[in-house]
């Protein structure tokens, strides 16, 4: 009985601070995704915790996950996580690996390795280029400058490239995030205006369906 006790305990203690910050944030209302099998799919917890960073950037944004956009021949891509702000559309492909990452935006495929056991990822520079050529075909209008390309990395990782600024994007890890859009903020022009926001936030939402 007493190890019982003992594993309950560990197990609350693990998922109590979780479930608290499931609850606070619009996460659910977003994704769909219900608490449980948010924090036992890694890649949900990553689009979670990256989701749950970026609702601390107090500046007025929209943020908008788990959405599946159409290709032409009917078969879907999923928007993991965008930010719409004052500075434009943020697109972000989100990794929650632990272990090594090693890459390059020219390369074809990254290295992941953990516990000594390597696996091949797609680039995913390249994954978020489909994406943002598939929202440039519902916004026209917005210059392709204003769709920033993101890769993220959870904090536990390591990232064995020195670039994180590339031609094709920002790679960072998720504590970075604040931080970084903070001064993005600062020094960017700003392009919409409030209401812009609301309505590209609307769009996107009609145009895509849950995943």
């Known amino acids: 009985m007493p190890i019982l006790i003992i594993i309950l305990l560990l197990v609350t ?17 977003e994704s769909g995704n219900e608490f ?3 924090i036992s799919k890694k890649k949900k917890f990553g689009e979670f915790l990256a989701f749950t960073y970026l609702e601390e950037y107090e500046i007025y944004r929209k943020l908008i996950t788990n959405r599946k956009l159409l290709r032409g021949d009917q078969s879907a891509v999923t928007l993991e ?16 690996y632990k272990g090594i990452i090693e890459g390059d935006e020219a390369e074809e495929s990254w290295k992941h390795t953990y516990k000594n056991k390597e696996q091949k990822l797609k680039n995913p520079f390249r994954v978020n280029e489909e994406r943002i050529q598939l929202l440039k075909k519902i916004f026209p209008e917005i210059h392709e400058s204003r769709m920033k390309s993101f890769v993220l990395f959870n904090n536990d990782c390591t990232l064995e490239i020195e670039q994180r600024d590339f ?3 920002v790679m960072l890890k998720m504590k970075e995030l604040i931080k970084y859009f903070n001064e993005e903020f600062l020094n960017s022009e700003k ?6 926001i609301d309505n590209l936030y609307e769009v996107i939402k009609k145009q895509t369906v849950q995943g």
């Open 191 to 196: 392009i919409f205006t409030k209401k812009e």
């Open 81 to 96: 996580l965008v930010m719409i702000n004052e500075g434009g559309v943020y697109i972000f492909d989100v990794n929650n």
């Open 36 to 38: 449980i099998p948010t």
């Open 13 to 29: 203690a693990i998922i109590f601070p979780k479930l608290i910050q499931y609850n606070r944030s619009q996460y659910r209302e």
């Open 167 to 169: 031609e094709g994007g």
